[in-house]
Every structure is written in C-alpha cells, then in structure tokens.
C-alpha cells in the first residue's frame, strides 16, 4: 500500500520569506504526484502534479515542486511567500493507470505573518 | 460551472438517527471518492466508486455505506452515526484515468454526532 509522509505539521514564515515543504511517498510502481491548498473554511484545491516527464513542475501561484525519484520526495517551494498562501498543504499520491486511490499526507499549516 | 455539490454544508444529529450526505457532479467523472478530515491525520478516505455500480472500501469504511446508482451521484449514507464520525467531510471526483486523476473536491460537510 502507498504512504505519504509530510514532515512539517506547521510552519510559521514571515511574508517573503522562502518556502519548502517536505513530501515524501512510498509506493513501489510508478505514481502521480498532487500538491492540494485549503484556505481556511475552503475545500481542497489543485496547486500542481506531477505526471511525467520534467520533474519540476510549475503551479499556480507561483508554487512549484520537484520530484526526485531516487529520494522518493516531491518537495513544494515558493521563493516568496505572501499573508495570502496562509492554508494548509497536502501532499497526495496515487499509483499511475486506471482509477487508482489517492493517498493524502496528514497535512503542513502554513501561517504567514505580515 | 464544473462543480462538486455537497449537502448539507453543516449538519447536527444525535448518535444513532440515519443521515444521508449527498454529493454530486457535473463533470461527467467516472472516478468519485468520500474523504473525512480530522485534525492531525489529514485526508482519510472512506469509500471511492469506479463507476455505476462499482464500489471499494477505502481506509475507513466503518460505520459508513455509498451507493452509485448513477454516475453523477455518491451519497454518503451512516446507518446510525457515534460521536465519532464528528468530522469534516468532502467528497470528490475525477476522470481517474493517465494524467487527470487530479481530484476535484465539494465544499464539505461538517457533521457532529451529540
């Protein structure tokens, strides 16, 4: 079965600082890798994924993520951070083919201070 | 507008009386999934359905039934709810297959069981 592990459970950064978070995932086949935002009071919703081919991937808001296969991690970055990506973070992992289930990581809360 | 609708948004119940979650989407997906959110364990998921029909426990299915008579529909059904389905509740849908099996979420139901 597959896992995600997301290794910061909150972090608190000042506005323009860097951000990384840290994702990795175990799963012995080929994947599909998601990075998912909730706003507070909001659903999830797609920041990125990661399908084939260049493993650094750009989303929207100026987030992008790596994936490194060998260190089986799919980290998310943002060079600078605004008060407005304040949400929580989830990693997701689902096995490519078919309609496959998504693991989702536990989750990195993220406040940013003005 | 593609959308996944989730009714009701917040609901109140006492343990044991029956509760149906409707979820519903407009994006012709094949692929829909219940996910219920707790603090510090992130996304677990509950029951997915690969299509009419066709239905899986996923990593929480106790105290919980679906049913998918059409494609469009996936409610959630708990014959007689315990405290311990308070949570938060999302549904979700995708086409499942090669690179979209990104997630598309419903806005979520908060359900407490007193």
């Known amino acids: 079965a597959q896992s995600v592990s997301q290794h910061n459970h909150h972090v608190i950064l000042s506005e323009a600082a860097s951000l990384e978070l840290g994702c990795n995932y175990s799963?012995?086949?080929?994947?599909?890798l998601f990075w998912y935002v909730q706003y507070p009071g909001q659903h999830l919703q797609l920041l990125l994924k990661?399908?084939?081919?260049?493993?650094l991937v750009k989303g929207i808001k100026g987030f992008e993520a790596e994936f490194i296969k060998s260190k089986f991690s799919f980290n998310l970055r943002k060079p600078s951070v605004q008060w407005s990506d304040t949400a929580e973070y989830f990693c997701a992992v689902g096995p490519q083919g078919g309609y496959q289930k998504v693991t989702f990581g536990t989750g990195t809360k993220l406040q940013v201070i003005p | 507008e593609a959308q996944v609708t989730q009714n009701p948004r917040y609901l109140i119940t006492v343990t044991g009386k029956k509760l149906t979650v409707t979820c519903s989407q407009n994006?012709?997906?094949?692929?829909m999934s219940w996910y219920r959110q707790d603090p510090g364990l992130g996304l677990r998921q509950i029951y997915y359905?690969?299509?009419?029909?066709?239905?899986d426990k996923g990593d929480v299915p106790e105290g919980y039934k679906v049913s998918r008579k059409e494609k469009r529909n996936f409610p959630l059904i708990l014959e007689s709810p315990s405290p311990n389905q308070t949570s938060l509740y999302f549904c979700?849908?995708?086409?499942?297959?090669?690179?979209?099996?990104?997630?598309?979420f419903g806005q979520g139901t908060r359900l407490t069981v007193v």
């Open positions: 979700a849908s995708s086409l499942g297959t090669g690179e979209n099996t990104e997630a598309f």
């Open positions: 799963y012995g086949g080929t994947v599909n």
């Open positions: 359905s690969m299509n009419v029909e066709v239905t």
């Open positions: 994006m012709n997906h094949e692929y």
């Open positions: 990661y399908f084939s081919g260049d493993p």
